[in-house]
Nanobody
Framework: QVQLVESGGGLVQAGGSLRLSCAAS????????MGWFRQAEGKEREFVSA????????YYADSVEDRFTISRDNAKRTVYLQMNALKPEDTAVYYC????????????????????WGQGTQVTVSS
């Protein structure tokens, strides 16, 4: 059974940084694409970033481009999201997810294409 556990969330002032981690267990982590999504209170879940299983392809939402960086360490079975220059509008619960067979860009950004999800970690950015 696949298990994804996020960590690294917390409270930070605007302009600050946080690094989220997502540790995977239960299957061959290195063979699957990983993504980060977020859901703010009262809003729908939205795509944040994704990375291919080799790490050579990364994707970002326009709202986080140039501020967030996704990476993965297959030996540690962990995917990271480095978040810099945080804004109050980045406040949300952040989820990592695993995608077994992404074939095109839309597969990476569509949450419905992901097969397993973590429980989420809260990120709060104060102004």
């Amino acid at each position: 059974q696949v298990q994804l556990v996020e960590s690294g969330g917390g409270l930070v002032q605007a302009g600050g940084s946080l690094r989220l981690s997502c540790a995977a267990s239960g299957r061959t982590f290195s063979s699957y694409a990983m993504g980060w999504f977020r859901q703010a209170e009262g809003k729908e879940r939205e795509f944040v970033s994704a990375i291919s299983w080799t790490g050579d392809r990364t994707y970002y939402a326009d709202s986080v481009e140039d501020r967030f960086t996704i990476s993965r360490d297959n030996a540690k079975r962990t995917v990271y999201l480095q978040m810099n220059a945080l804004k109050p509008e980045d406040t949300a619960v952040y989820y990592c997810a695993e995608n077994l067979y992404p074939r095109r860009y839309s597969d990476y950004v569509n949450g419905g294409e992901y097969d397993y999800w973590g429980q989420g970690t809260q990120v709060t950015v104060s102004s």
